[in-house]
């Protein structure tokens, strides 16, 4: 199924939930804030957040700024 | 003596707060924050790279429980973009301190104050700790902190622009009226700049650009703590005010006749 991330079209299995997606990209949760469709997932919500096609998804972190 | 920077009741011993940007390494920001003494770090949010996840962090450099992790909204230009990147920087589990900033022109960064104001109410509501970018404007200033946040933020010249205090009377006005912290955040060039911020008063100094883009960053950050603590020091000293003509130091008694 068709999801974006970060802007970017991405084909993702079916059933991939948000962790094992993480898992995928190779980026560690602890280091990462991801919004879906426009809401915050709690760190916690990972594994049991599961994509549903169209979704958007924004992942972020942080990154040298002043 | 005991003197510390007080943030919403927390307690910094260094009132040097730098950022992380413009570094040319992670090795190197740390080598450089660790010389500056600074316990407050400023960081950006910013989407991860998903085509080349790099497998070191920022964080991993500076650790969360030695520093506290100030993310900013730097590249926002609207209120809710920057209300938005709080609440995700606040997800990653750093803290409620957030350095907001609204920017209102490319060619500036000059902050869109009426914007800042619009974020800075949503963002006590929500409980963050805002600490806000702002013009060297009292009135802005005043507004601000009767909107809860937890020190205003005046720039002393444009971001990056190493300019130094351009208007120190109204940030002697800001000083005169404020009752949470004034911290001169961008536009100090030099040592000289924060030591100058520091011997009129202010609280603190934030700056990124004049440390990490000098020739040699280590050196400019060690110049910075020590001159943010001079002027710190000279301005709890108390200087001796400024008289056109001379005053003598050494006794006029007991001259050879």
């Known amino acids: 199924m068709k999801i974006k991330i970060n802007g970017e079209d991405k084909e993702i299995a079916t059933g991939l939930n948000l962790g094992g997606l993480l898992e995928q990209l190779q980026l560690r949760p602890a280091r990462v804030v991801v919004e879906r469709n426009r809401d915050i997932v709690p760190r916690d919500a990972y594994g049991a957040t599961m994509l549903a096609e169209g979704d958007i998804l924004e992942i972020v972190h942080f990154v040298g700024g002043g | ?257």
Do not use: W
């Open chain 2, 1 to 257: 003596m005991e003197d510390f920077l007080d943030i919403a009741g927390t307690k910094y011993r260094s009132r040097l707060i730098v950022g992380t940007g413009k570094y040319k390494n992670f090795e190197e920001t740390r080598r450089a924050i660790e010389v500056s003494g600074a316990e407050i770090v400023t960081v950006a949010v910013r989407r991860v790279n998903i085509t080349d996840p790099k497998k070191e962090n920022l964080l991993d450099y500076l650790d969360p429980k030695k520093f506290t992790i100030l993310p900013n909204t730097a590249g926002c230009y609207n209120a809710d973009d920057a209300v938005r990147t709080c609440r995700l920087a606040r997800e990653a589990g750093v803290g409620k301190l957030v350095k907001l900033e609204v920017i209102g022109d490319d060619r500036t960064l000059f902050p869109d104050v009426p914007a800042t104001l619009k974020a800075a109410k949503t963002l006590v509501t929500e409980g963050f700790t805002v600490l806000p970018y702002i013009t060297d404007d009292p009135i802005t200033a005043r507004k601000l902190e009767d909107i809860g946040c937890a020190a205003v933020m005046p720039l002393a010249a444009p971001i990056g622009s190493g300019l130094g205090i351009r208007n120190p009377y109204n940030l002697r006005i800001i000083l005169e009226q404020a009752r949470v912290p004034v911290i001169v955040d961008a536009g100090v060039g030099t040592a000289s700049d924060a030591a100058i911020a520091m011997e009129m008063g202010c609280h603190g100094v934030l700056m990124n650009t004049a440390i990490a883009s000098a020739k040699d960053p280590i050196l400019m950050a060690e110049a910075m703590r020590l001159g943010v603590e001079a002027g710190r020091k000279a301005y709890l000293a108390g200087r001796i005010p400024k008289k056109l003509y001379a005053t003598a130091s050494s006794p006029l008694d007991g001259m050879l006749n």
